[in-house]
Every structure is written in structure tokens, then in C-alpha cells.
Nanobody, 112 residues
Framework: QAQLEESGGGVVQAGGSLRLSCAAS????????MGWYRQAPGKQRELVAA???????SYADSVKGRFTISRDNAKNTAYLQMNSLKPEDTAVYYC??????WGQGTQVVVSS
């Protein structure tokens, strides 16, 4: 069992940065891949970035070079550093442990 809680969302101007955090409870965090997803109004939820238990990362083409996913297994926490934000990055961002456990989401709004 695990529970996830995101934080760090907010309103930022285009070109700005935000760092999202995903704190996990339970002992399975370090054994599983983590993913950050987002869902914009009227759109399907999409995978933004993922990191395996060993630290291998992957990114959606739309965020490559701007977003960085990382994890600290000692703190049971995953992060998403978002730089050079664009208005099209506006969405609710969710973290997921594997595909089983999901956070409640944190809103990111990028103003032009």
C-alpha cells in the first residue's frame, strides 16, 4: 500500500520555473517506477516524465530539455523540476507509483 501527495503547483509566468514534489508513504516506493502525468482541460491525461527504480529517466517530447524528473529513495519523494514553462504546460499534474497508486493532483497555471 502507498499514498502519494503532490505539492509545489501554482501560478507562474511563461518562462518561469516550478518544482513539484511527490511524497509517498509506505515501503514500496524505492521498488517501483514513478511517473508524472498531466491533464489539461478537455484533454486526456498524458505521461510527462518517468523514472525507474534505478534512476533511468524518460520524457515526453514536449518537455524534453525543459523538465527534469528525479527521486530520492531515502525520502520516499519524487520531483519534477519544470523550467522554461509555457502556457501549454498548464494542467493538473499527478504523480503515480507504477500505475497503481496516484496522487490527488496539483494545479499548474502558466500565464502568457
Amino acid at each position: 500500500q502507498a499514498q502519494l501527495e503532490e505539492s509545489g503547483g501554482g501560478v507562474v509566468q511563461a518562462g518561469g520555473s516550478l518544482r513539484l514534489s511527490c511524497a509517498a508513504s509506505g515501503s514500496i516506493f524505492k521498488l517501483n517506477a514513478m511517473g508524472w502525468y498531466r491533464q489539461a482541460p478537455g484533454k486526456q491525461r498524458e505521461l510527462v516524465a518517468a523514472i525507474t527504480s534505478s534512476g533511468t529517466t524518460s520524457y515526453a517530447d514536449s518537455v524534453k530539455g525543459r523538465f527534469t524528473i528525479s527521486r530520492d529513495n531515502a525520502k520516499n519523494t519524487a520531483y519534477l523540476q519544470m523550467n522554461s514553462l509555457k502556457p501549454e504546460d498548464t494542467a493538473v499534474y499527478y504523480c503515480a507509483l507504477g500505475l497503481t497508486y496516484w496522487g490527488q493532483g496539483t494545479q499548474v497555471v502558466v500565464s502568457s
